[in-house]
């Protein structure tokens, strides 16, 4: 089930009305300076999880306030009921050395390797749809999918949900590569 | 960031996620892969390669 809707001016209403009905599994992203966009799951009529994404495509059009929205001129929404799950394990390179915990941080979960897997949509930019100069605005057109991980800690299952169908690139790196040492 | 993230996607593996059921992968850790690629473009180490 594929539903794709494109809402101008009535853009603020809609979002104050889908905004509540977001589960905890939803989180809004800073994507560059001004622009923001809305991915998460929420239960369908029946019960079924549905896949909801709201992107921003004016320069600066949605602007996020502790959940509070201001304005909306123009904002796409693609709703899916359609959603695949990934479930990865990751080979370790024998190159790597072992991570050695310093003394001070013998207890500190950030002295162990974290692996990760990022999906890159493939091809990754599609330019015809969005419209939007790749250099300056490419992460706009562009959402990467990263895995949470769970399990024993030091040979971890990374779990990726709510992935729409389709063709990806995935890659499996340890941190700090995925978000940095911030 | 745009050509590093295409150098990076070049190095997974491809897959081709369904609605059907989980899909189950083992991928081989791509992180020395993945430094030297960022390296080659000046990243320095330590800074996310997905940071924007």
């Given at each position: 089930m594929h539903a794709y809707v494109l809402i101008r001016s009535v853009a603020v209403v809609s979002l104050l009305v889908l905004v509540p009905t977001f589960g905890t599994n939803t989180r809004a992203q800073r994507k560059n300076k001004a622009t923001a966009e809305i991915f998460g799951v929420v239960k369908g009529a029946d019960g079924a999880p549905v896949v909801l994404h709201l992107l921003a495509?004016?320069?600066?059009?949605l602007r996020y306030y502790g959940g509070y929205e201001e304005t909306a001129a123009k904002l796409e929404i693609e709703v899916s009921g359609d959603s695949g799950q990934l479930n990865v394990r990751v080979l370790p390179d024998a190159s790597l050395p072992m991570a050695e915990p310093s003394v001070s941080e013998t207890?500190?979960?950030?002295a162990y390797p974290e692996p990760a897997v990022v999906l890159f949509p493939d091809?990754?930019?599609v330019q015809e749809i969005a419209n939007v100069e790749p250099e300056l605005d490419f992460t706009a057109q562009l959402r990467l999918f990263h895995s949470t991980a769970f399990g024993d800690r030091n040979n971890p299952t990374l779990q990726i949900l709510a992935v729409p169908p389709g063709h990806y690139r995935a890659l499996a790196i340890q941190g700090p590569g995925i978000r940095g040492s911030r | 960031m745009q050509k590093l993230w295409n150098e990076l996607a070049a190095l997974g593996e491809p897959v081709t996620v369904q609605s059907a059921g989980p899909l189950e992968l083992t991928l081989p850790d791509k992180t020395i892969d993945a430094d030297r690629t960022a390296a080659k473009l000046g990243v320095p180490p330590g800074r996310g390669l997905f940071d924007w």
């Open positions: 495509l004016d320069d600066n059009p207890c500190s979960k950030s091809p990754m930019f | -």
